[in-house]
């Protein structure tokens, strides 16, 4: 096999291969649990990391939510 054949058969291979989310964008699609609401913010948690959430409605400790954005180190969410 030369470098050619090679090549093609690595593009035939991971053709459909897509990405997989890592760091905060894998949190993305998540449901989590809001544990935690203060002056206004809620937070959640996913592992050991405490993220405040954002979402167009009030959020109050134990709603279920799931993240659909980030914005900096804020995650978007929509209450479930």
Known sequence: LDEDDI??????????????????????????????????????KSDADLWEVKANEPLKKGDSVEVKSVQGITLNVIKK
């Open 7 to 44: 090549d093609k058969f690595n593009e035939y291979l991971y053709k459909d291969k897509k990405p997989v989310p890592s760091g905060i964008d894998a949190l993305i699609g998540k449901t989590f649990q809001v544990i935690e609401t203060k002056d206004d913010k809620a937070y959640i």
